[in-house]
């Protein structure tokens, strides 16, 4: 095998682990997505409000469904981000579509003045993302090595250097807490 080959082999199998792992816990989202609907004057809106995880959405980190109150997050955008602000900007920026939606109906909808006035409201910039995510994308990602139930995995360093820091994640198939794999430092 030529090293081209195996090095697009190589990326190809990177590119699909490191998606097994959703890069925040529950708690944060919710969080998040409560104080948006708090502070948007609806507190019972956010147990109408659903998210999902989606390992195939990478146009974009986040997607809101005005239809079914579904916010969609990215995994590998999640995961390439890795930083809290950006991640709480995101879930902000779809849950406020959801809210926006909800209290001012079809004009609510997009990024116009409606959701501009319901992201200042939840103490947020409203400003699109889409930068952000691209950066996200066009960034060179290194791997390391973690396990879960399921057998070794690769997460972006980035993902594995808050695991060392005592982050807990969860790996989305197995729901075990995934352990970095450390090599053994020559010890022996
Ligand atoms: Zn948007
Ligand atoms: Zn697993």
Not at 22 to 49: D, H, Q
Not at 108 to 123: R, S
Not at 148 to 167: E, H, M, Q, S, T
Request: aromatic share 10%.
């Amino acid at each position: 095998m030529s090293l081209d080959k195996y090095l697009n082999k190589l990326r190809a199998l990177e590119k699909k682990q490191e998606q097994y792992i959703s890069p925040c816990s529950n708690a944060f989202i919710l969080n998040i997505i409560r104080e948006c609907c708090e502070s948007n004057g609806t507190p019972t809106f956010f147990n109408e409000i659903k998210f999902e995880w989606n390992n195939r959405l990478t146009e974009k980190a986040g997607r809101a469904h005005y239809a079914k109150n579904l916010v969609e997050l990215s995994i590998p955008l999640f995961n390439r981000a890795a930083d809290d602000e950006v991640w709480e900007n995101t879930i902000a920026h779809e849950a406020c579509h959801l809210l926006s939606y909800r209290l001012y109906g079809r004009q609510g909808t997009g990024h116009g003045y409606y959701w501009k006035i319901t992201m200042l409201k939840a103490g947020y910039e409203p400003k699109r993302c889409h930068s952000i995510n691209r950066e996200g994308l066009r960034r060179k990602t290194r791997f390391s090595s973690i396990v879960c139930d399921c057998g070794p995995k690769l997460v972006a360093n980035r993902i594995f250097n808050r695991i060392i820091k005592g982050y807990s994640y969860k790996c989305v198939n197995c729901n075990t807490r995934v352990q970095p794999l450390v090599a053994a430092q020559g010890s022996r």
